[in-house]
């Protein structure tokens, strides 16, 4: 089964940038949709935003429209997640994970996820 393994988390003051990383191992990609999720303490999942297999679409979620970027490198068998000017309320822990209905519903199967913290 493909794993997927998160990185590129960390503390950013608010307003600063961090670019996550979803790398694949044990299986490829390139053929899937795959998006970023996102979940804070006492809340329900979250979707972030969703890349289309090609890389060709590209979906977000209201809250961070203008703000992050998806993008991917087939080659590398990775997904990436660019964020700019964040704010306190982005402080969750980010997944990535294949998209099985566009844009935002996901597989079952979720990994570690990495921790983002913006302090403000």
């Known amino acids: 089964q493909v794993q997927l393994v998160e990185s590129g988390g960390g503390l950013v003051q608010s307003g600063g940038s961090l670019r996550l990383s979803c790398a694949a191992s044990g299986g490829d990609l390139s053929n899937s949709h795959m998006g970023w999720f996102r979940q804070a303490p006492g809340k329900a999942r979250e979707f972030v935003a969703a890349?289309?297999?090609?890389?060709?679409?590209?979906e977000y979620g209201d809250s961070v429209k203008g703000r992050f970027t998806i993008s991917r490198d087939n080659a590398k068998n990775t997904v990436y997640l660019q964020m700019n000017s964040l704010k306190p309320e982005d402080t969750a822990v980010y997944y990535c994970?294949?998209?099985?209905?566009?844009?935002?519903?996901?597989?079952?199967?979720w990994g570690q996820g990495t921790q983002v913290t913006v302090s403000s």
């Open positions: 994970n294949f998209i099985i209905s566009w844009p935002s519903r996901a597989d079952d199967h």
């Open positions: 890349i289309a297999w090609n890389g060709l679409t590209r």
